[in-house]
């Protein structure tokens, strides 16, 4: 039960991260956003990390955990910066999110390949159906490659690669690992990153309060509630497991999006969404051992 509840707290948190953060990229450059963003993040993962007693075994890590953090650090890098891209150029956060569901089908076949998992016909059932409804989503109507989807559909895409990517990585080494300093190694990393990247765009420090008070709120709720609660979630419970509770954050980001932007997706990309989380629902039923199919 804590596992579900640590997956339903982060479901909720990770919504938000969408809303705040488009606001915030709305006015600044990602490079101002990140600094600030990861700083917020830095601060209270390890001010976190310090009360949970955590950084005391940092001093008997080996090479192999350091490696493992090193990974996880540039994976990091990786999924961040697509993913806030792609919030930065999709004009709806929840058309963002409901595509964003295209990661547990990408994980789902990862880990078939990689950890020879089995795969039923119904999680290819639900793969079908998260996939058809990605292309709802992001189909326009053009007639040429690059009039076909809806821009910042690619970038979701390779968000979801390395997201899922990164997923294996935690689940092998959570038990190693805490999720306490998982999370503070990542943040260390991205805010790393951010400053570099401020450095490289030459981007001033100084930003609009209304950001920065998007960013604070999205901060506290995305990069340290949001994530730690699932690499606890991901200690307790099946990472297919969690990946139910995760799928309805969709539905969370277009209540949001609807009363901070007054937006809505297009009908025919509400749709889209619908599919999708039916697919993935489908997928985390079937993996989580809730639907009796023959492997």
Known sequence: MKGYLFAGIATIAFSNIYIFSKAALNEVHLAQFGVYWFFIALV??????????????????????????????????LTTTSFFLSVQVIPDPAVTSFLGNMFPVI?????????????????????????LGAFIIS??????????????????????LFASTASLVVKLNVKSL????????????????????LLVFDQPL?????????????????????????????????????????STKGVFVLIGSFFYFHTLPLPHQLVGG???????????????????TKK
């Open 178 to 197: 805490t999720p306490e300093q998982m999370n503070t190694n990542r943040v260390v990393w991205l805010f790393t990153f951010s400053v570099i990247m």
């Open 44 to 77: 209270l993962n390890v001010a976190w990390l310090v009360k949970s007693g955590g950084h005391r075994a940092i001093r008997q890590f080996r090479g192999r955990q350091w490696r493992v953090l090193a990974l996880l650090g540039v994976l990091e890098i």
């Open 206 to 246: 100084s930003i609009p309060s209304s950001a920065l008070l998007n960013i604070g709120i999205g901060a506290c709720l995305g990069p340290f509630l949001a994530v730690l609660m699932i690499y606890h979630s991901f200690s307790l419970i099946e990472v297919s497991k969690s990946s139910i509770v995760q």
């Open 139 to 160: 189909y326009q109507g053009g007639t040429t490659l690059s009039d076909l989807f809806i821009p910042g559909t690619g970038i979701v895409l390779i968000n979801a």
């Open 274 to 292: 619908a599919i999708t989380v039916l697919g993935v629902v489908i997928i985390s039923l079937s993996r989580a051992g809730l639907l009796k």
């Open 107 to 131: 994980l789902t076949v990862m880990g078939i390949v990689f950890l020879r998992e089995r795969f039923t016909w119904m999680e290819s059932f639900g793969a079908v159906l998260a996939l």
